[in-house]
């Protein structure tokens, strides 16, 4: 494997790793307000005051995608993650082939798809995933920072630099940034 290929795959396992660990376990919140929530979850990331606040943020915006009001929904991407945590990339992607076929209206489905294709290499259906993620939640800074990973596989620094400042627009502390060094304004 190429070294900036390594990089890259690091750091979409990294950005996978959120919600592995957001503690998908619990049980699924039931409440009507994770729109609103959600809202208010972004509305302290964009502020957060350092890495560590915005990290205690963004597990909990991951918790939010990753645990549907829905059960069974739910269910299913439990199911999802835990392939995902055993690094069964192709029984995951055929549990999100059909997921976001009986939800199309569910974001991280398409999110988390576009994460195992970029995985597989499969860098055109993960770009078209992302787009779909990002129509149902133009927000979804790890559905931006993948967008820039495949721009800078295919080096396309300048499509790569847009969308890493629009994620970072939304989440300043991303470790993506990283990987951009003419962005060398770090959040302290």
């Known amino acids: 494997m190429k070294p900036r290929r390594i990089v890259l795959f690091g750091a979409m396992l990294a950005?996978?790793?959120?919600?592995?660990?957001?503690?998908?376990?619990?049980?699924?919140?039931?409440?009507?307000?994770?729109?609103?929530?959600?809202?208010?979850?972004?509305?302290?990331?964009?502020?957060?005051?350092?890495?560590?606040?915005?990290?205690?943020?963004?597990?909990?915006?991951?918790?939010?995608?990753?645990?549907?009001?829905?059960?069974?929904?739910?269910?299913?991407?439990?199911?999802?993650?835990?392939r995902l945590g055993m690094s069964d990339?192709?029984?995951?992607v055929g549990l999100l082939d059909a997921l976001?076929?009986?939800?199309?209206?569910?974001?991280?489905?398409?999110?988390?798809?576009?994460?195992?294709?970029?995985?597989?290499?499969?860098y055109d259906q993960s770009l078209a995933d992302i787009e779909k993620t990002l129509q149902l939640e133009p927000r979804h800074f790890g559905?931006?920072?993948?967008?820039?990973?495949?721009?800078?596989?295919?080096?396309?620094?300048d499509l790569a630099l847009k969308a890493i400042t629009e994620a970072l627009d939304i989440h300043p502390f991303l470790g993506e940034r990283a990987l951009f060094p003419e962005l060398n304004v770090i959040p302290i």
């Open 15 to 82: 950005a996978l790793a959120g919600p592995v660990t957001a503690g998908f376990w619990t049980v699924p919140a039931l409440a009507q307000s994770q729109a609103q929530q959600l809202d208010e979850l972004f509305a302290t990331l964009k502020s957060a005051p350092d890495h560590a606040a915005a990290q205690r943020i963004t597990t909990q915006i991951w918790t939010l995608w990753t645990q549907p009001d829905d059960p069974a929904l739910a269910e299913r991407m439990s199911l999802v993650l835990l």
């Open 100 to 122: 976001v076929i009986d939800y199309p209206d569910y974001a991280e489905g398409w999110n988390q798809r576009a994460t195992v294709h970029f995985l597989l290499g499969n």
């Open 89 to 92: 990339l192709g029984g995951a």
């Open 143 to 157: 559905a931006l920072a993948g967008r820039a990973l495949i721009y800078l596989q295919r080096d396309r620094r």
